[in-house]
């Protein structure tokens, strides 16, 4: 699987497999074990998580599996959020619901992250969500401190729009440091990076591009659903035209965008990862692209 190059320390697989549903897989510590071998195998590397996924219980699951094969951490890239407080049994003093991007609490959840998953460094750390009262320089502060500590080797935001990317960009003044990634929701159903200039603006600046939901949390599969009905029919012609699913049909439309655009998938099952893997190998001619393009936004191009 092609590697993408995120800074002179890390690269990712082109697919990266997301864990914010880990806790309903009801995988024992062993099982769990075995699933990142499986995925490691089938060269998907990069793993995606924040501190707060199942009330911040996800990070400490993964780490008690990643300790059965100490060797696998040297060939995966572990991806970790954080910026988002919710109430919880595990850290009952923190109350309340909001968004902390305080330099103390960034670095607050960068010791639990790795405490949780049983590692000394982060390959990325993104800031989950922006927020209102955010100050961009006091964030960019605590990646800067990080990264020269050791203790995170690229850091990134999810969630960004442009303006909020910018006003981030724009504290960071020494050319060792750079966004290196935005995480935020793509899709055939959602088009919004697309129509807003995020993906314009993340290319330009050769910011990668990570894309949660790229089966749109499942809605692409709901034939009850008004955008589906448009773009599904067409989904699957395209993948009878390749003899593939239409799992991989998506993944394909995706990885065709220059932006180097990299899916994280959010399943256990291995059959559906491997029609994923599938897309990797499918070239898209341009009018497959916007035909899945125009259905998806529900009206041609000019």
Not at 71 to 88: A, D, F, H, S, W
Not at 277 to 283: D, K, P, R, S
Request: net charge negative.
């Amino acid at each position: 699987m092609e590697k993408i190059k995120i800074n002179q320390h890390v690269s990712y697989s082109q697919l990266i497999h997301g864990f914010f549903r880990a806790h309903t897989w009801q995988m024992t510590t062993q099982e769990m074990n075995r699933f990142l071998n499986e995925l490691v195998e089938r060269g998907i590397t990069t793993m995606d998580h924040a501190d707060i996924y199942d009330k911040y219980k996800v990070e400490g699951l993964f780490g008690k599996a990643l300790a059965l094969s100490p060797r696998l951490r040297e060939q995966i890239q572990i991806v970790t959020k954080c910026g988002i407080v919710q109430p919880n049994e595990i850290y009952p003093n923190q109350k309340g619901h909001r968004y902390d991007l305080s330099e103390a609490h960034i670095k607050r959840s960068v010791e639990r992250s790795l405490q949780e998953l049983q590692v000394d460094y982060i390959d990325s750390l993104l800031i989950h969500r922006p927020s209102p009262l955010m100050k961009p320089c006091q964030i960019t502060d605590a990646l800067k401190s990080l990264v020269d500590e050791g203790k995170v080797r690229s850091f990134g935001v999810s969630n960004f729009r442009r303006s909020q990317y910018e006003l981030l960009n724009d504290c960071l003044k020494d050319d060792r440091f750079h966004i290196a990634v935005n995480q935020i929701e793509i899709s055939p159903y959602m088009l919004q990076a697309f129509h807003d200039g995020t993906l314009d603006d993340m290319y330009k600046d050769n910011v990668k591009i990570m894309a949660w939901g790229p089966f749109a949390g499942g809605r692409l599969f709901d034939l009850n659903d008004a955008i589906t009905q448009r773009v599904y029919p067409v989904l699957q012609r395209v993948a009878a035209q390749h003899e593939a699913s239409v799992e991989a049909i998506v993944i394909a439309w995706l990885i065709k965008h220059p932006a180097m655009i990299m899916p994280i998938l959010g399943t256990q099952r291995l059959d559906r990862i491997d029609a994923a893997l599938e897309g990797l190998t499918i070239q898209l001619c341009e009018q497959e692209w916007f035909d899945i393009y125009t259905a998806a936004q529900g009206y041609d191009i000019p």
